[in-house]
């Protein structure tokens, strides 16, 4: 325990009034024996970390042991509740102090600030924000443990400690805290765990809920807070273009999901139409009753009469007459007639909009009429809101991306080529010949493929299977999309597990044949679709830059980037290559990935942007947004990126209006800062220094890595030492754990991979093989300490991924982690496994303080540092009740008994994920 307390004190007082109230609502409920129990459960742990009681562990175990089931659970909802409130509390506290403070790392001033001392002018300034395109794209990847509806009380117990924050008086003050007092009663009667499977449509209605809720809403504040930054600062007075869209996966990633079908593809696609044009609806009727303006007192303007008298016979409806009173209101009158072309769009009747530009620039024509006419205030409050959200959400809301697995297209082609007498065995081919192959039935104007225009009807002649008929299917979306709801609604299908050219190819045949995409003579004509090769694996990512130069050199394939505006998109996979080779290879093997794939696009002049697949953990390719976008490598950027938001970290960045908009600045802050960086000072790749040592590096990382996870027993020592098969087993998400049934851990998912590692507290994936490759390295003279130290100082790369590691291995406890070890322990190939994760996790530890100079992990944040500890007298309940019940879980017989242990781990898990505040 840390002897000076340096985590605010309002923040301490928010925590322990807090903490007070569930205590109180502990003994109303339940009575004073839970509450005496979890108080006793709590004294020991803090015991056991403060080193006061050398029995405390003997004595946790024992009062474990004395406790029923029923009484555990109560004892684990405690504690999972306090951490809700003290995350609650914290980022809360976060909002109150950036108020306070100005130019915070990452904000719109820090931006202005940085801008200004590149002494940009008015008109480069403007150029730069033109080209800037920004993605940030929600997937259903099951990481989120907490419940939607426990989601909305954190969200009301949120916005009351701000409010909270502002009540002048005693009585407000009451007031709030009786509000939060009922808030926590109820959390406490609300069931924490979801008694149902999740369904696809279950995640997809989770994920309209950030968009209903918070993200529409912030929109018109995040341009309108940098519009007024950028005018103070550096006198810019041009509108500030939308330059953020938001995508999806939700209902749209198949890969390895067998319940994401093209149906479901469809309903997402219509729910995001809907929804949208309906909150558009909803925001017309306000400024109805707001835009009062008549022509009597200002004048309007000629486009605004002219566009009421071509449209006057929609005032004359009956569902418009009641509103449209005074004729000299001519806004009003406007208003009435588009608000009628929405509601038709919403039916598709009509008088519907043919697209969102068309809605677009009828709010337009009423902008420009009050800007030119003494009516600019009421614009920029009313108006201006409404347009930047139009060209963020259109009528498609979030764009659907449409993913499925480089081996689902590859048996899927095999198949179609089979049963068309194309060829009988596809997959024998070299890729040279599979690549001649599906070139040449490119270029064939015959189709393999029999499709109308109204459905799929693959092969009339021909029987194919159902896997081969859904990807047919799920191509065909493309050219619905387009004609159902929006140009921009669907564009990208994304190939995971992308390894050859070949792969590309089938997809763009897929799409050839089923409409996407049109060919004459030899070149395509039209394109619906983006092909997005997924690179994961190291070696894959290794060669990505061959195979895209490969694909760059195909005149079809060229011809297809024609219809795109010459652009590529490439995704990289952080979760993947950090499960197939370790965190320091995978980061490495990403950042050489990049400049590789940057030179190859100048090569061809091909304007790429790469989608990073990142995760919420470090070992999925989380952290700090802002520090690892500008650490990326110089140039390659270029203003544009996409960006997965995954599992909890949408509700930790997307819940509180406030932290949205935090979330949105930071991504963008970053994105254009780099932009300008490398654009404006033409700055050299430092890796070009320092590649031979970081070859040397990644390699033996990925040897030693790659040595533990194929050893004869690892996967039984994964399996015994982790809880992932109660996680397999927890409500969190629609899609399967493993890609493959009984299936080993090259099926296994990423996501439940890491969760399981966080769960134990041993953390392997964030940090092992990093101590022993700089340990080799020192070994065998490649580096010095000094050098490595010079390093951290000098290269942004390196000091953010020392910084990540650092994180996981404050995270990581071998106190707990050696408990979890006991449940394994059944032969000596599983001690030398644990042996060696220990000695690696110390060789990690002993690499890092080297390198920082710190005397102990994060001593450069010790408010951070001091949080961190402070939890992990709060989480050990957790860990030795789940200790517990694992073994007798996994021994018993008896169903009954089975049913009512998992119940118990499952509120462990949820309760651990939420003190660390990480699951996958």
């Not at 701000?162 to 009922?182: G, N």
């Not at 029987?463 to 979306?477: L, Y």
């Not at 979760?575 to 030179?599: C, H, M, P, T, V």
Request: with cysteine; net charge positive.
């Amino acid at each position: 325990m840390y002897k000076r307390l340096i985590i605010d004190k309002q923040l301490r007082k928010n925590i322990r009034e807090l903490g007070e109230m569930l205590g109180n609502v502990i003994k109303e409920q339940e009575g004073e024996e839970t509450f005496s129990a979890v108080e006793l459960i709590r004294s020991l742990t803090k015991q056991l970390r403060s080193g006061s009681s050398v029995n405390a562990k003997r004595k946790i175990k024992k009062a474990i042991k004395s406790y029923t089931i029923e009484q555990l659970q109560k004892i684990v909802k405690a504690f999972y509740i306090y951490f809700l409130l003290v995350n609650a509390a914290d980022e809360t506290y976060q909002i109150i102090q950036r108020k306070k403070s100005s130019g915070e790392l990452g904000s719109i001033q820090y931006l202005v600030d940085k801008l200004r001392t590149k002494k940009l002018n008015l008109s480069e300034l403007e150029r730069f924000l033109e080209h800037i395109n920004i993605i940030p794209v929600f997937t259903a990847h099951p990481t989120e443990a907490t419940r939607q509806t426990i989601l909305r009380k954190i969200l009301t117990i949120s916005l009351l400690l701000l409010e909270k924050e502002k009540a002048y008086t005693e009585y407000e003050k009451q007031k709030v805290l009786q509000k939060l007092s009922a808030q926590i009663t109820i959390l406490w009667q609300t069931d924490e765990i979801r008694s149902h499977k999740l369904t696809v449509r279950d995640e997809i209605q989770r994920g309209l809920f950030f968009f209903e809720e918070v993200i529409y809403h912030i929109i018109p504040e995040f341009y309108n807070r940098i519009q007024s930054e950028f005018k103070v600062m550096m006198d810019f007075k041009t509108q500030i273009p939308a330059f953020i869209t938001f995508g999806s996966w939700i209902g749209g990633d198949r890969d390895g999901h067998p319940y994401v079908t093209p149906e479901i593809t469809r309903e997402t696609l219509n729910l995001h139409r809907e929804i949208i044009i309906k909150m558009y609806i909803k925001e017309l009727d306000v400024l109805y009753t707001q835009l009062s303006s008549s022509e009597q007192n200002k004048k309007v303007s000629r486009k605004v009469k002219d566009y009421i008298q071509k449209n006057r016979n929609y005032l004359s409806l009956p569902s418009s007459q009641q509103f449209y009173r005074n004729e000299h209101e001519l806004y009003r009158a406007a208003l009435i007639i588009i608000s009628h072309k929405l509601r038709q769009t919403l039916t598709n009747g009509q008088d519907a909009y043919k697209s969102s530009i068309d809605f677009e620039k009828d709010i337009s024509i009423l902008y420009s009429s009050l800007m030119n006419n003494k009516g600019e205030q009421i614009a920029g409050i009313l108006l201006l809101p409404l347009i930047y959200k139009i060209k963020t959400f259109g009528f498609f809301l979030a764009v659907l991306d449409i993913r499925q697995s480089a081996e689902q297209i590859r048996s899927a082609i095999s198949e179609i080529f089979n049963k068309t007498a194309v060829e009988s065995n596809y997959l024998k081919l070299t890729e040279e010949n599979k690549i001649s192959l599906i070139v040449e039935e490119l270029l064939n104007p015959r189709p393999l493929i029999a499709w109308t225009t109204n459905s799929l009807t693959p092969g009339h002649h021909v029987k194919f299977s159902i896997k081969s008929k859904q990807i047919i299917s799920e191509f065909e979306i493309f050219r619905w999309a387009h004609q159902n709801i929006s140009e921009r609604s669907c564009q990208d299908y994304i190939i995971s597990n992308c390894t050859n050219c070949s792969d590309i190819l089938s997809a763009l045949l897929f799409a050839k044949e089923t409409g996407s995409i049109l060919i004459k003579n030899g070149e395509v004509i039209t394109s619906k679709v983006n092909i997005v090769p997924l690179f994961e694996t190291i070696e894959d990512l290794r060669n990505a830059g061959e195979v895209m130069r490969k694909l760059f050199s195909i005149k079809i394939y060229r011809s297809q980037l024609s219809a795109r505006n010459n652009e590529q998109i490439i995704m990289l996979g952080y979760s993947d290559s950090n499960k197939d080779g370790g965190i320091f290879a995978s980061n490495y093997e990403l950042y050489k990935s990049q400049i590789r794939l940057k030179e190859v696009c100048a090569e061809f002049g091909i304007t790429l942007t790469i989608f990073h697949g990142r995760g919420g953990t470090i070992s999925r390719g989380g952290g700090p947004v802002f520090q690892s976008i500008l650490a990326q490598p110089a140039g390659t950027l270029q203003g544009k990126i996409k960006i997965t938001e995954q599992g909890e970290m949408i509700s930790s960045k997307y819940l509180l209006p406030e932290i949205a908009q935090r979330s949105l600045e930071m991504i963008s802050s970053a994105v254009i800062l780099s932009t300008v960086s490398s654009e404006q000072n033409n700055l050299k790749e430092p890796l070009y220094k320092f590649e031979k040592l970081f070859d040397f590096l990644s390699e033996n990382s990925f040897i030693y890595y790659r040595s533990l996870i194929e050893k004869k027993e690892f996967f039984n020592y994964f399996r015994s030492a982790t809880p992932i098969d109660i996680i397999e087993n927890i409500e969190i998400g629609s899609r399967p754990a493993s890609r493959k049934k009984d299936s080993g851990l090259q099926y296994l998912r990423a996501i439940p991979w890491v969760f399981a590692w966080m769960q134990n507290r041993q953390a392997i994936s964030g940090w092992f093989g990093f101590g022993y490759a700089i340990a080799q390295a020192i070994k065998e003279e490649k580096t010095s300490w000094k050098t490595l130290q010079f390093i951290y100082r000098n290269w942004r790369f390196f000091r953010e991924l020392i910084h990540n590691i650092e994180m996981v291995l404050v995270k990581s406890d071998f106190l707990i982690a050696e408990e979890y070890f006991k449940l394994s322990a059944r032969s000596k190939l599983m001690h030398d496994i644990y042996d060696e994760i220990k000695s690696e996790y110390k060789r990690s530890v002993n690499a890092v303080l080297k390198i920082t100079g710190e005397k102990a992990l994060l001593d450069s944040n010790k408010t951070l540092q001091q949080s961190l500890a402070l939890r992990n007298p709060y989480m050990d309940p957790m860990s030795f009740i789940q200790l517990r019940f694992l073994k007798e879980y996994r021994e018993s017989d008896d169903e009954e008994k089975r049913a009512q242990i998992i119940s118990l781990l499952r509120a462990t898990v949820n309760g651990i994920a939420s003190g660390l505040r990480n699951t996958g």
